[in-house]
């Protein structure tokens, strides 16, 4: 176990709706990034948040968006859903100050849209 | 895009045995970092090299890092059961946690009773 929780585990959505996917970090940690893996495929990079500013952005265009609160906790939007966004969204935290470079994963929120 | 590629893409050995896998990657990185992940669910961290280290271990966990080839290896001694599972390569640009790791496409590793 990480410390890292995310919600919910699973959701289905049709095209064209907007999800919303929700992760807490680990105790300390400043920094959350989310991850979209498709089936069979490696993590893909979407961004990264630290102390509540985007702080790098994948290839993703901007229908995915996010937010990260006080707490450090964050949220991962998506906007007009597409079929190709079901996947496995993971977040993951980490510490950004002399850190070993090390990002804990939380479990993941399978996504379906159908 | 991914910057790692693992190789084999499958790999299916007896319990054991000694399971290895690669890792390729295309630009210049300050650390390599292997994950483990079971049936889809999250990324386990299993350890990380840096770009000046050649070896390093942990249990049965053996990695080594070339960055004149640009490559890593993973070996898995003595390979259980429990072993089964994905293996995935990622690197790291700068050498902070806060930064974005580049995946490669992983190993799909069974170890048969």
């Not at chain 1, 993703?60 to 995915?64: C, E, Q, T, V």
């Not at chain 1, 007009?80 to 079901?86: I, K, P, T, V, Y």
């Given at each position: 176990e990480t410390g890292v929780t995310q919600s919910p585990t699973h959701l289905i959505k049709t095209r064209g709706q907007q999800v919303t996917l929700r992760c807490s970090s680990q105790s300390g940690h400043n920094t959350v990034s989310w991850y979209q893996q498709a089936l069979g495929q490696g993590p893909q990079f979407i961004f990264q948040y630290y102390r509540e500013e985007e702080n790098g952005r994948g290839n993703?265009?901007?229908?995915?968006s996010g937010l990260q609160f006080p707490n450090y906790s964050s949220e991962l939007n998506v906007n007009?859903?597409?079929?190709?966004?079901?996947a496995l969204y993971l977040c993951a935290s980490s510490m950004t100050s002399g850190g070993i470079g090390t990002q804990y994963f939380g479990p993941g929120t399978r996504l379906t849209v159908l | 895009s991914q910057q790692g590629e693992e190789d084999p893409q499958a790999l299916s050995i007896q319990e054991g045995e000694n399971a290895t896998m690669n890792c390729s990657y295309k630009t210049s990185i300050n650390n390599l970092q292997w994950y483990r992940q079971n049936s889809g669910r999250g990324l386990v961290h299993l350890i990380l090299i840096r770009s000046n280290e050649r070896e390093k271990h942990s249990g049965r966990l053996r990695v080594t890092l070339d960055t004149s080839k640009k490559s890593s290896s993973l070996l898995i001694t003595a390979s259980r059961a429990a072993d089964t599972a994905s293996y995935f390569c990622a690197t790291a640009r700068g050498n902070n946690a806060g930064n974005m790791l580049t995946f490669g496409g992983g190993t799909r590793l069974m170890v048969k009773p």
């Open positions: 993703f265009p901007p229908r995915f007009a859903l597409e079929l190709d966004d079901s | -």
